[in-house]
Structure formats: C-alpha cells, structure tokens
C-alpha cells in the first residue's frame, strides 16, 4: 500500500479540524477559499485513507480511578518490531512505543486496578519470548497532556484467553 500523497489543502484542512472537528464545512470552504464540496470530498478521501478519524476524547477525570501507566520493556534487539506488533495487540495496551535507552519498548495503558498492570506486565508481556525484563510506573498527576499528540482511550476489558 502506497502512502497518500497530501497537498497543501489537505495539510490546512488537516489543521482547522484537529483544532475543531465540530467546524462546518461551509467554514473551513469559507477560511480555506474553496468550494463546500471539495471540503466534503477532501474530508471523506482523508477517512477513507485512514489519515483523519473523528473521535470524542475524555479526559483521565471519566474514570473514577483511571490511571495512566507504563511497561518499559528490554528485549532482544532483533526483535523488538515483531515484539511491539504482538504488545499492541494485547487487549488492555493503548499505545506501543519502540525507544532508544535502557528499554527498547515502552508500552501505555490506562488502570483502574493494580492488578490489572500486574496482569498486563508480568503475566502477558513478560511472558514473551524474547524478552527479558520490564519496569513499571504509573502517572500520579498529569501536568500537560496534548490529546492532538496521542490520543489514550479507555481500555477494554482483558479477556481470559489472552
């Protein structure tokens, strides 16, 4: 699949949404100079592309105890992308991030239990092969959050197969 080229219309209109989703496309034609129709088609190729999604976020505050935390992960180099492919995909994981340093992964999710990192951690990511050890630790108090940068959902509930 190649990559969709984007124009300098699609950057600007790119831009008006993620600072207001809700804005009409009449509007954004209207500050963009261009047609309500070609905002509307513009729109729909970038949905259809998977390059914008229109979401509601909630803040940390909707979850009585919702915590954000992370499982910093070291594994064996060689495997890292096949590693991170497979954390993503465990339920409960919101984002995956393969870094540089002491840990070559680092894994985001939002708690209401501790057992649920524990469960997340120890018993699912550990468990794989290939890698060797994690740390976590778990947000007390959020400073700065910019939602347009990552967006961190509520998790679903983990199932026992997994």
């Known amino acids: 699949m190649s990559t969709?080229?984007?124009d300098s219309l699609d950057h600007q209109l790119i831009d008006?949404?993620?600072?207001?989703?809700?804005?009409?496309?009449?509007k954004i034609a209207a500050e963009l100079g261009v047609t309500e129709g070609t905002v509307r088609g513009r729109i729909k190729r970038l949905q259809q592309d998977g390059l914008i999604a229109?979401?509601?976020?909630?803040?940390?505050?909707?979850?009585?105890?919702?915590?954000?935390?992370?499982?910093?992960?070291?594994?064996?180099v060689d495997r890292v992308r096949d590693l991170a492919r497979?954390?993503?995909d465990i339920p409960g994981i919101n984002a995956v991030l393969v870094t540089m340093g002491p840990f070559n992964i680092?894994?985001?999710?939002?708690?209401?239990?501790?057992?649920?990192?524990?469960?997340?951690?120890?018993?699912?990511?550990?468990a794989l092969d290939g890698v060797h050890h994690v740390e976590t630790s778990i947000a007390v108090k959020t400073v700065k959050y910019n939602a347009r940068m990552a967006k961190i959902t509520r998790p679903e509930v983990l199932d026992d197969e997994n």
Not at 18 to 24: H, K, L, P, T
Not at 114 to 123: G, I, K, P
């Open 86 to 88: 497979t954390i993503s």
């Open 54 to 76: 229109f979401t509601a976020i909630t803040g940390f505050e909707m979850g009585q105890r919702a915590r954000l935390a992370f499982i910093n992960i070291q594994a064996d």
């Open 4 to 6: 969709p080229l984007l």
């Open 106 to 126: 680092t894994a985001m999710c939002l708690i209401d239990e501790l057992d649920v990192l524990v469960e997340l951690a120890s018993d699912k990511i550990l």
């Open 16 to 26: 008006l949404l993620s600072r207001d989703a809700r804005v009409s496309n009449r």
